[in-house]
């Protein structure tokens, strides 16, 4: 298995892996529990069980969500601040926003509390002039207060240093003196943008994290390396890109978000080789539903992704919105008599009844149980089975009586109540976003997600529906089919008419530069490297932007403003031709070319020759228009070209795809279930 | 009509809700303002063709006008207005159901199949609307004339097209009229969204369905409510606000409150109230309903919002109070100040029949703040408006919020950096008004304390908030929170206090003079000397109290370096006060 490359990809339930060989096409799968204390066991079981020769595999390329998870459950690493004079407080009073829009209990927790950050003479203004000059006594004096309160991470976070980065600069100097391990971030160094809050939180929640992954991936290597992996551990980045693990922890913020990124990643390699360039993708599991788009064969990026309330997370990111839908949702009747599907999810444990570790309230899961579209005997991570007549009776109970409907008649309900709140979901994320979802195909995936996927198409009006060869591990085929990227980003800020054009073209170059040093750094095998510049914009007075593209450096002033007043008038049909537009930031995505992978090798072998032959057997399921006798076939054995029209049931390990009546179902030449939606 | 399957319902409500949200998130998305595009401070919604009744509203709006759109639109109705497709009345007059004449209404008689099916509507808050102010926010306004110019129900958009002479009219009387442009084709291409998704949606489902549809939902909300107040105890409870001053009179308004709860309806009594004030402190009668609408609200998040949420709630018209402003009182206060002490009214009087669902007081005001004047470098005139939250009140579920939106509000603040990039100013500080948490088990959170200080040109500075003379009120034997302060600290180290304390216009400011801003903190719930000692102790470590304040406020006394809890002296000191002691 020479020059395989393996990607490994940690959710919230199981590791998956996937190891290809490029040339010969050979591919192996893992599925193992994921181990949350210590993700590197899973990662390391999931090896061994595609019994992976590791001294021949050219790479491991890595999604992780030990940073996601430490943001979450809050446990950091122990981090100070030294800030600028009058301004310690600006991480914890926030924008003053409040976590709902109704009731007023609730509460925030800054990264670092106030005992932690520290205040030192300095300022800039706005326009970078020094006004105070850096007190470099005074930043000794708190780097050492901040050592003996214990610190392993520093934040040095100072007004204005998008603009001028000097004092940063050189307090970053200072503390490289002294601090240990290196774990020292300065704000501009992550996001040289203006905002100080943004700003400060995207350095705060990269130095909390950073020593947390730096040892994760230390011993991941190691332990690797023992096992005669001698090349580089790649990991995936949220901006859609992977890096090397010596370059991950200094932006270990680029981490955070990345676990929804790789399938949007996979989505956007297969889509492009199935010739879709548009898609809406749609991951669902047991607790919630991620919703992606990709434009052109790319993953739309966005920066102003939020973590939860009062962390944002400004650095370019894959954009997801993730709602409350999955397979553990749970259904209730509220105070007003109406059905209620989720947010709240029976998760992983107890999970929902048929699972048969405790689960007692009636999930979606469950409704697609008595509804035959899901294989009771063929469920994944079931403890005690439990009998389908114990499901119905609870859903009988629970909402079939106040409803007045009986148990097929409350699941049905289930179903349609929680495909509406997906569908409101995809349909606002994809308007909020400037688009229409009819012109896109729905590209499904996750366990939960291609039983869904042709109903909600139907709803949205979406005419097609994509479901790759192997929905269940998607997020590890996006670790192997990533490039590496860096991302860089400055402020601008003036009116596009008084903006020296010089100074474009120098920062662009010098992003587009450094990038390409990183890369260079970094020794990874990697094709053509390119850069992928925009500018976001806005006219004088707005605050929302508008993301353009940029040729190149050599940019004039004239393309930016025709291609910002284009993007405007497709996003809002109106002309402003009397307002001037501003420029606010330049933006350059530096990108080396992996290998690429031969996406049809997934469709795997073992196919039956006619689709009789790849049928497994039909059973009684519920669709719309009633019960129905309905052909359940083997997904891995569907014959190349196959042709069938819904309703059908296809089947394989880890994921049940549904046909609706009148749909018609193919398989693509790379063996994606391609679903024509009936109108 | 057969009876509606409860799944269908579920699935037509929520395709209502939608067609709110979009325009929600059309209307903000292309926005100039930026109080509409980063405050947030519009709404959008249905409204029924024959009584202009609330069908659905954005779930994003701004919770101040959660009530009054409907006002709005039945005072448009009963004007009996011709109504055409693509025709858009656009409307500001605060006595018309309106707040203040800012928040302009549009109203947009939407058609299905060739018929007048429903009104949608929506408000955004345009940064200038004429007057003796830039923004409006005049402290010492005594007629509605001198805050800008105000507009009846006109139709702005005749049958799709824009009437180019009443727009003239308007831009002739307003400030930065070019950007106004922007926000008026924002605003009414938000109602076109509208009309777009609504149609759709009575295309999918049939007319017939959707009209049963927002019947029963009507039925299903007053039903919710109603199960609400059930448990609240009968009887009459009291609460009491006070507003500082009306800025040109310096007394203190009151807002006397009384709730009689009757099984399950709610009757509001405000007729105790202060009499109708000279400066803009007055509240019209849609803003006064509407803020007790959100204030229920803000106590039973999850009723949904409809006309039929709002049946079971009472509202006596406060006639002859300052809480029914009629023409030409000024009223430039009412949609940022007096809306939220009328809720903290509700919330007081409330704490006390069910406090295991309440909160002691939020800081409460908005902290307009508003800087304007010519920038010698730049050779252009500007107006800087800072916001600022406060603390909200402590509650069982534990301490206060700090540096919280408005109560009636969801709106960010401004970076500083963005303020210092566009306007000739400094900020000195941005930190957190140590000591303003109002003692309790639970205190309440902290107010914001800014300094901005003038660095060219001379100035005019303004300001309209609140929590001046009194913090906001502690609950069930909590301490009231810290209050609002604002100083003018002169480039040679004199000082100004406003007399009004929270209220003031055209302060001259001259390079170098710093004004210096403190916000409210949250009142406190449950006796302060029953917090428990350690977090007490990690609150003076980390700056938020003085030892002394521990000491003096929560009855806990700290010894030793670093400082520890001295349990023996802290026996003692809350055994020699009552617990309640504040």
């Known amino acids: 298995m020479s020059g395989a490359v393996v990607g490994v990809d940690v959710g919230g339930t199981f590791t998956d892996l996937i190891l290809m060989e490029?040339?010969?096409?050979?591919?192996?799968?893992?599925?193992?529990?994921?181990?949350?204390?210590n993700q590197a066991a899973g990662v390391l079981a999931a090896l061994e069980g595609a019994d992976a020769a590791l001294a021949e595999v050219a790479a491991i390329v890595h999604g992780t969500t030990v940073t996601t998870n430490a943001l979450l459950e809050r446990k950091l690493s122990r981090c100070g601040l030294i800030t600028t004079r009058g301004f310690?407080?600006?991480?914890?009073?926030?924008?003053?926003?409040?976590?709902?829009?109704?009731?007023?209990?609730?509460?925030?927790?800054?990264?670092?509390?106030?005992?932690r950050r520290i205040e030192v003479p300095e300022r800039m203004d706005a326009a970078g002039e020094v006004l105070v000059p850096l007190d470099e006594d005074a930043v000794r004096e708190a780097l050492a207060a901040l050592q003996t309160a214990g610190c392993e991470s520093l934040v040095i976070h100072f007004l204005h240093s998008y603009k001028n980065p000097a004092h940063e600069v050189r307090a970053l100097e200072i503390a490289r003196e002294c601090w240990p391990d290196g774990h020292v971030t300065a704000g501009h160094a992550i996001l040289s943008e203006f905002r100080e809050y943004e700003r400060g939180v995207a350095a705060t929640v990269n130095a909390c994290v950073q020593p947390i992954l730096h040892r994760y991936l230390d011993r991941l290597q190691g332990r690797l390396g023992q096992r005669g992996y001698g090349r580089e551990l790649l990991v995936i980045q949220g901006n859609g890109g992977s890096v090397s693990a010596r370059s991950a922890a200094a932006k270990a913020v680029n981490t955070v978000l990345s676990g929804p990124a790789s399938g949007v990643m996979a989505a956007a390699a297969i889509g492009r080789a199935a010739g879709s360039?548009?898609?809406?993708?749609?991951?669902?599991?047991?607790?919630?539903a991620d919703v992606g788009l990709v434009l052109e064969g790319v993953p739309a990026v966005s920066a102003e992704m939020e973590l939860e309330h009062g962390m944002p997370i400004h650095v370019p990111m894959v954009d997801v919105h993730t709602v409350g839908a999955g397979g553990g949702s749970i259904a209730r009747i509220d105070e007003a008599g109406l059905l209620q599907v989720g947010p709240e999810s029976a998760g992983a444990q107890p999970g929902p009844i048929c699972y048969g570790r405790g689960g007692e309230r009636p999930t979606l899961t469950d409704a697609n149980l008595i509804l035959g579209r899901l294989d009771p005997e063929g469920l994944l991570a079931v403890d005690a089975p439990v009998a389908p007549d114990e499901v119905r009776a609870v859903f009988a109970a629970e909402i079939g009586a106040p409803l007045g409907f009986d148990a097929d008649a409350a699941a049905a309900a289930v179903i349609r109540i929680a495909n509406d709140r997906m569908a409101g979901a995809i349909r606002m994320a994809t308007l909020a976003r400037g688009h229409d979802p009819r012109d896109f195909v729905l590209f499904a995936f996750g366990g939960a997600g291609p039983m869904h996927a042709a109903a909600l198409a139907g709803e949205l009006g979406i005419p097609r529906v994509m479901i790759p060869a192997r929905p269940g591990i998607t997020s590890a085929v996006g670790c192997i089919t990533a490039d590496i990227r860096h991302d860089h980003v400055n402020t601008v800020n003036a009116p596009l008419a008084e903006v020296d054009m010089g100074t474009v073209r120098a920062i662009l170059e010098r992003q587009a530069g450094d990038g390409r040093a990183t890369i260079a750094r970094e020794e990874v095998a990697v094709g053509e490297v390119a850069c992928l510049h925009t500018a976001d914009m806005q006219f004088e007075g707005q605050t929302h932007l508008l993301t353009v593209p940029v040729e190149g450096p050599e940019v004039t002033r004239e393309a930016l403003q025709q291609a910002f007043e284009a993007a405007y008038w497709e996003r809002f049909q109106v002309a402003l031709d009397t307002i001037r537009p501003v420029l606010v930031n330049l933006h350059t995505a530096v990108i080396g070319a992996r290998p690429t992978v031969p996406l049809a090798a997934l469709a795997g072998a073992g196919r039956a020759a006619t689709l009789e032959d790849a049928l497994a057997g039909t059973r009684r399921a519920w669709f719309p228009a009633g019960w129905q006798e309905t052909p359940v076939y083997d997904r891995d054995r569907l014959p190349a070209g196959a042709r069938f029209e819904g309703p059908a049931i296809v089947q394989q390990s880890d994921c049940t795809s549904v046909v609706e009546p009148g749909d018609r179902a193919s398989l693509d030449a790379i063996g994606n279930l391609i679903l024509e939606v009936a109108r | 009509m057969s009876e509606l399957d409860p799944t269908t319902l579920g699935v037509v409500q929520s395709g209502l809700q939608q067609v709110c949200n979009e325009m929600d998130l059309a209307f903000v998305r292309s926005a100039f303002s930026p109080v509409i595009s980063e405050g947030l401070d519009r709404s959008d919604g249905i409204y029924a063709k024959e009584d202009g009744k609330l069908i659905a509203q954005g779930?994003?709006?701004?919770?101040?006008?959660?009530?009054?759109?409907?006002?709005?639109?039945?005072?448009?109705?009963?004007?009996r207005p011709e109504v055409r497709e693509g025709d858009i009345f656009a409307v500001n007059d605060p006595y018309l159901g309106g707040t203040h004449l800012m928040d302009v209404r549009f109203a947009m008689?939407?058609?299905?199949?060739?018929?007048?099916?429903?009104?949608?509507?929506?408000?955004?808050?345009?940064?200038?609307?004429?007057?003796?102010?830039?923004?409006?926010?005049?402290?010492?306004?005594?007629?509605?004339?001198?805050?800008?110019?105000?507009?009846?129900?006109?139709?702005?958009?005749?049958?799709?097209?824009?009437?180019?002479?009443?727009?003239?009219?308007?831009?002739?009387?307003?400030?930065?009229?070019?950007?106004?442009?922007?926000?008026?084709?924002?605003?009414s291409s938000a109602l076109l969204v509208g009309a777009r998704r609504m149609t759709a949606l009575l295309d999918k489902y049939g007319q017939p369905l959707v009209e049963q549809v927002?019947?029963?939902?009507?039925?299903?909300?007053?039903?919710?409510?109603?199960?609400?107040?059930?448990?609240?105890?009968?009887?009459?409870?009291?609460g009491l606000a006070q507003v500082d001053s009306d800025g040109v009179v310096n007394e203190p308004l009151t807002i006397d409150m009384r709730i009689l709860v009757d099984g399950s309806e709610m009757h509001f009594d405000m007729s105790r109230s202060s009499p109708p004030c000279a400066g803009p402190m007055n509240s019209v009668a849609a803003t006064t309903k509407s803020s007790i609408y959100l204030a229920i609200r803000h106590i039973f998040p999850d009723v949904p919002i409809n006309a039929g949420s709002f049946e079971p709630l009472h509202i006596t018209e406060p006639r002859g109070t300052f809480l029914h402003a009629e023409y030409p009182r000024p009223v430039s206060g009412c949609a940022a100040e007096v809306s939220q002490r009328i809720a903290e009214a509700v919330f007081d009087a409330l704490a006390q029949a069910i406090p295991e669902r309440l909160f002691a007081a939020p800081a409460g005001t908005s902290g307009n703040f508003a800087v304007g004047g010519s920038d010698p470098a730049r050779g252009r005139d500007y107006v800087m408006y800072v916001i600022s939250g406060g603390g909200y009140g402590g509650s069982p579920a534990g301490d206060g919020l700090t540096n919280g939106c408005s109560t009636i509000g969801i709106?960010?603040?401004q970076p500083i950096e963005v303020m210092e990039q566009r306007y000739p100013v400094l900020f000195q500080e941005y930190s957190l008004h140590e000591g303003s948490g109002g003692a309790g088990r639970w205190r309440g959170g902290f107010g914001v304390t800014y300094a901005c200080t003038l660095r060219r040109g001379a100035a005019n500075a303004s300001m309209v908030m609140d929590h001046g003379r009194s913090g906001p009120n502690g609950a069930r034997g909590g301490a009231p929170g810290g209050v609002n302060t604002v100083d003018v600290i002169r480039a040679d180290g004199s000082r100004y206090r406003p007399p009004h304390l929270s209220k003031d216009q055209e302060i001259a400011l001259q390079p170098g003079d710093t004004?210096?801003?403190?916000?409210?903190?949250?009142?406190?719930?449950?006796?302060?000397?029953?917090?428990?000692?350690?977090?007490?102790l990690r609150d003076v470590m980390r700056g938020y109290y003085t030892a002394a304040e521990a000491a003096e406020r929560f009855g806990v006394v700290l010894a030793g370096d670093p400082p520890e809890v001295d349990e023996a002296a802290t026996a003692a000191r809350r055994q020699a006060a009552p617990a309640s002691a504040a």
Do not use: C
């Open chain 2, 411 to 413: 709106s960010k603040s």
């Open chain 2, 214 to 238: 927002i019947r029963e939902m009507r039925a299903r909300a007053a039903r919710q409510m109603r199960a609400k107040i059930a448990t609240i105890p009968d009887g009459t409870w009291h």
């Open chain 1, 88 to 115: 310690r407080d600006v991480l914890e009073l926030g924008r003053r926003t409040r976590p709902n829009a109704y009731g007023l209990i609730g509460s925030f927790t800054p990264l670092i509390p106030r005992e």
């Open chain 1, 277 to 288: 360039a548009h898609l809406i993708t749609y991951d669902t599991g047991g607790t919630s």
């Open chain 2, 515 to 536: 004004v210096r801003v403190s916000t409210p903190g949250g009142g406190g719930y449950g006796a302060p000397f029953e917090r428990e000692p350690a977090q007490v």
């Open chain 2, 59 to 79: 779930e994003l709006g701004l919770p101040v006008f959660v009530g009054t759109m409907q006002f709005s639109t039945e005072h448009l109705i009963a004007t």
């Open chain 1, 22 to 37: 490029p040339e010969s096409g050979a591919v192996r799968l893992a599925k193992v529990p994921s181990t949350p204390e």
């Open chain 2, 109 to 187: 008689p939407f058609f299905y199949k060739g018929a007048h099916f429903a009104w949608l509507s929506n408000t955004g808050h345009w940064p200038d609307t004429g007057g003796m102010v830039p923004g409006g926010f005049s402290a010492r306004a005594t007629e509605v004339v001198q805050e800008g110019l105000r507009f009846p129900p006109v139709k702005l958009y005749k049958e799709g097209t824009i009437d180019q002479e009443i727009l003239s009219i308007i831009l002739s009387n307003i400030r930065v009229p070019e950007q106004r442009i922007g926000d008026i084709k924002a605003q």
